[in-house]
DNA sequence: AATACTACCTGCGTGC
DNA sequence: TGCACGCAGGTAGTAT
């Protein structure tokens, strides 16, 4: 479901409804949820610990509590509900953090393919899923000169490229498609073949796309909302995904949908030429 | 090493 | 109505 810009939403919501409350017991429905297996082990463990803040990196959400940062990764689907009483689980509720003064924050996935990993006070850098991401999108840590390096050196199309959150994270597979919309960049245009116009143009289009989706709360197509419950904005701000049929709304082009890396992708084929 | 494909899951819309 | 199939804001593991 998520990227960077719901994540980041959904981070905000809990910061306002979990920061300082005291894990009471945790339950745990679906097992291979919890990374490294014990699942016991980690329901234990975060018992008696304080919520102390909740930072993001690219899509991972990290609770810092007292003695260890638990990380969590929505991957498609998972969502945050908060109860302020107790409230039996829904059908796809697969993790609840039941807290001291009787509120509950369930986890709800209802593909099953969001993760939990526990790890050391202060470690969430090291876990291996956050370890190998590219810098956040912001004007101050991704650099262009990098960018264009890393670009350079890849045979691969752009947009897969891209979404392996390397060069740079936060893109998934609908802020790709409308940065590369923004940037005039065919999705399948080989990442070294790019012109320095190219690059800079993309550079730039991400971190554009990115901050002006996180301002309105994210994208909701089909079921996304924050841990606050509400909807984001931004998809009345699209201009590629989804569109399919309808006018670029640079050139009027009709906007057509393919399939790239085995993803749905959706580029103006006027605008956006794979020959560029 | 770099690139490409598949597994992980469930539900929904489409077409026969 | 039923059923098969393709598709869905992602990543990690496995082939090639």
Not at 29 to 57: C, H, N, P, S
Request: with cysteine.
């Amino acid at each position: 479901m998520p990227e960077l810009p719901e994540v980041e939403t959904v981070r905000r919501g809990l910061e306002q409804l979990v920061i300082g409350k005291t894990i009471q017991s945790v339950s745990v429905y679906w097992d291979r949820m919890i990374e490294g297996g014990d699942k016991e082990k980690v329901a234990f463990e975060l018992v008696g610990q304080t919520v102390e803040a909740i930072q993001r990196r690219g899509k991972f959400l990290i609770f810092r509590y007292t003695a260890n940062d638990l990380i969590s990764h929505l991957r498609m689907e998972g969502k945050y509900e908060f109860f302020p009483q107790e409230t039996p689980p829904s059908k796809h509720t697969h993790v609840i953090f039941h807290f001291t003064d009787g509120s509950e924050l369930h986890y709800q996935d209802v593909r099953k393919f969001g993760r939990f990993a526990l790890v050391a006070k202060g470690k969430s850098a090291e876990y291996a899923g956050i370890a190998k991401l590219g810098p956040e999108p912001t004007n101050d840590q991704f650099l262009l000169g990098a960018f264009q390096q890393g670009l350079a050196k890849s045979k691969k199309a752009v947009k897969p490229l891209l979404l392996e959150q390397k060069l740079v994270t936060g893109l998934g597979n609908i802020y790709v498609d409308e940065a590369l919309w923004q940037a005039k960049i065919h999705p399948e245009r080989l990442a070294c073949t790019l012109t320095t116009d190219e690059s800079i143009a993309l550079h730039q289009a991400i971190i554009d796309v990115l901050g002006k989706a996180v301002i309105a709360g994210g994208t909701t197509i089909r079921t996304y909302h924050n841990a606050l419950g509400k909807a984001g904005t931004f998809q009345v701000a699209l201009h590629a995904y989804g569109q399919q049929g309808k006018p670029c709304s640079r050139c009027g082009t009709l906007i057509v949908k393919t399939k790239v890396a085995q993803r749905g992708t959706h580029f103006c084929p006027n605008c956006q030429k794979v020959e560029g």
